[in-house]
């Protein structure tokens, strides 16, 4: 019942930055936190970021924390992830995902729906 689609891959060098937005819609997605994966070929879903109870509060994966910022527009039921710095392995597709639980979870079994991913690409 929740439809999830990211948006913003792309190929970039080393250093450089991208913008990906994930835009939730469909019956009952307000009632949805939104997070963010990675999954790199050979490589299992990897946690990236995701919001607490508090809008506030924000949890991200030790390799991406400094570099990447996550953010979301409750207006328009959309998610950000603003990625700077970025390097090689952060090459993957980028998925955005949604939990019904407020609380955090880095866990991606706890998320119940996922978008179709976006693909990023960091070249040397």
């Known amino acids: 019942q929740v439809q999830l689609v990211e948006s913003g891959g792309g190929l970039v060098q080393a250093g450089g930055s991208l913008r990906l937005s994930c835009t939730a819609s469909?019956?009952?997605?307000?009632?949805?936190?939104m997070g963010w994966f990675r999954q790199a070929p050979g490589k299992g879903r990897e946690f990236v970021a995701t919001f607490g109870r508090s809008p506030s509060s924000i949890y991200y994966a030790d390799s991406v924390k400094g570099r990447f910022t996550f953010s979301r527009d409750n207006t328009q039921n959309t998610v950000y992830l603003q990625m700077n710095s970025l390097k090689p392995e952060d090459t993957a597709v980028y998925y955005c995902?949604?939990?019904?639980?407020?609380?955090?979870?880095?866990?991606?079994?706890?998320?119940?729906?996922w978008g179709q991913g976006t693909q990023v690409t960091v070249s040397s």
């Open positions: 995902a949604a939990r019904s639980s407020r609380y955090y979870n880095d866990s991606p079994a706890w998320y119940e729906y």
């Open positions: 469909g019956r009952g997605s307000a009632a949805y936190t």
